[in-house]
């Protein structure tokens, strides 16, 4: 299930900022579990009720906990810990879940544009950038962009690169990447069912629809730094 940053009056904490290559981003899995408070327990619970209510298919799994992360040698080692899908879903405290967010272009500088589903768990009935999704276990941040990207559009890209690694106000962890495709690949592309509509907007942020809001153009001009 793809995850997105909520709307937030704080601004996200830069923990680690590149760009890295995809092969620069190395990921080292602990074999110990996060264990929650039984008060998250019953949070994740009522939050997975919740969704199933709203009539999604989501169900819940194992996803990735952030550790700690370093900087080094140009690239960005991370320690990661299996978790509870579901308590990335608490409010307020997501426990550090680790999600991945590939902001996609087109080979002109075009932004891919996704109208979430009203079943979803995060930003639904809303725009969002390109596509993202929680950490699988076992998997490298770096390579969930990539799986991400095919299977919530059915592309892969020319290039992608890791851009950042944020901390959002209510503990949920995100490693921002920027993805590049093919000339002429922007026709190919294909929406999964957690998007009802999808657009291309333009190059210039500026020049964006109002449905754009505020945070989806700051995101892009600060990736465009």
């Not at 989501?58 to 370093?70: E, N």
Request: charged content about 25%.
């Amino acid at each position: 299930m793809p995850a997105h940053p909520e709307p937030a009056t704080q601004p996200p904490e830069i923990l680690a900022r590149g760009p890295w290559a995809l092969e620069q981003v190395r990921a080292r899995w602990r074999q110990d579990h996060f264990e929650p408070s039984p008060a998250k327990t019953e949070a994740a619970d009522a939050a997975i009720k919740d969704l199933h209510d709203r009539g999604s298919p989501s169900h819940d799994g194992m996803a990735a906990r952030l550790v700690g992360y370093q900087e080094d040698n140009g690239g960005l080692a991370i320690e990661l810990q299996p978790l509870r899908w579901a308590l990335r879903l608490v409010t307020g405290d997501a426990s550090h879940s680790l999600a991945s967010l590939c902001v996609t272009r087109s080979a002109d500088g075009r932004w891919l544009a996704g109208r979430r589903a009203a079943w979803v768990s995060s930003w639904a009935g809303r725009w969002a950038l390109g596509a993202g999704g929680a950490v699988d276990l076992g998997e490298n941040p770096a390579d969930t962009l990539v799986r991400e990207l095919r299977e919530e559009w059915a592309v892969s890209p020319q290039l992608a690169r890791g851009e950042a690694l944020l901390r959002l106000p209510h503990k949920l962890v995100m490693f921002v990447g920027q993805a590049w495709l093919a000339e002429g690949a922007e026709d190919s592309v294909i929406p999964d069912h957690e998007h009802d509509a999808f657009a291309w907007w333009p190059r210039e942020v500026g020049d964006w629809p109002p449905e754009a809001g505020e945070i989806l153009p700051r995101m892009a001009r600060w990736l465009s730094e």
